[in-house]
């Protein structure tokens, strides 16, 4: 029989599904027809919430699980966990740092050439017929550009360590300068802003970074550059990107994260300068993959008393 109840926010890829079926008694949040209904029913046998980043656990939610004793993130930002609340009552919190790193930095790469070399126009260009009339307009390289990295944390250096491959020059900002890595810190965002032709925001979200990115560093940016972001969609204030976007006061943005996911701002849409991604910086099989084992062996590792693989702290 299974004794450990786990209420899950959002589903996870069908290999991890199967396994914690097969483990536990689940309770699925994003099917119930009443959310609330279902939290009620299971409250005191839940002693696990199994979440996604983006989901998330809050305080009103965790309050209503009075026997909750770990929070198993998928995902590596925390920012949508009360962590404070989850503290004071002695809840574990885990995460997956370091197994989506890689492809993280990929999308922030891959974001910045696409957006540059215009890879998705090129294609539409082929497949309307366009380039039997005329050869497609001339782009921007990103090879040898000014890279600034908002955020020198595990995504930030690894996407600098690429971006340094391109023959990049690369400058960061961040709360504090680190010693162990080669790149220029830049304590100010503004002028790091101004730097740059490229400015990839890999900060962590949460109170402290709330709309950091904001009207004047996007006016600092310029209207030959780029703002790319892989970090979460809180880290930019959205109305600011969006009329600088509106009036090129920014040369354009590649995006993969954004407020209201996935409902985003519809104003997105009509935007021939913004390159837009479904949140799924992580989303390649292989990550998902080793982010899935995570999240169960964090799970099976604290209710075998062990301690734990990966806790935020
Ligand atoms: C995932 C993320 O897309 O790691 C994070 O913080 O936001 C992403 O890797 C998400 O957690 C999966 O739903």
Redesign the pocket.
Known sequence: MNTQNILMM?AYPQWDMEDLEQRYTLFKVWEADDRDALIASAASSVRAIAT????GASAELMSKLPNLEIVS?????TDAIDLAYAKSRGIRVT??PDV?TGD?ADIAIGLSLAIARQIREGHDYVLSGQWAKANMGLVTRFFGKKVGIAGMGRVGAATAKRAAGFDCEIRYFDTQARDDLPWDFEPDLKALAAWSDFLIVTIAGGPSTFGIINADVLAALGPDSYLINVS?GTTVDEPALLEALENKVIRGAALD?FHNEPRIDPRFLALPNALLQP?????TVETRKA?GQLVRDNLAAHFAGKPLITPVV
Do not use: Q
């Not at 996604?52 to 989901?55: F, I, Q, V």
């Open positions: 959002g996604r980043g983006e989901l993130c998928y995902g590596v930002g995460n997956t989506l993280v979460r994260v949140h799924h910086a992580s989303g982010m």
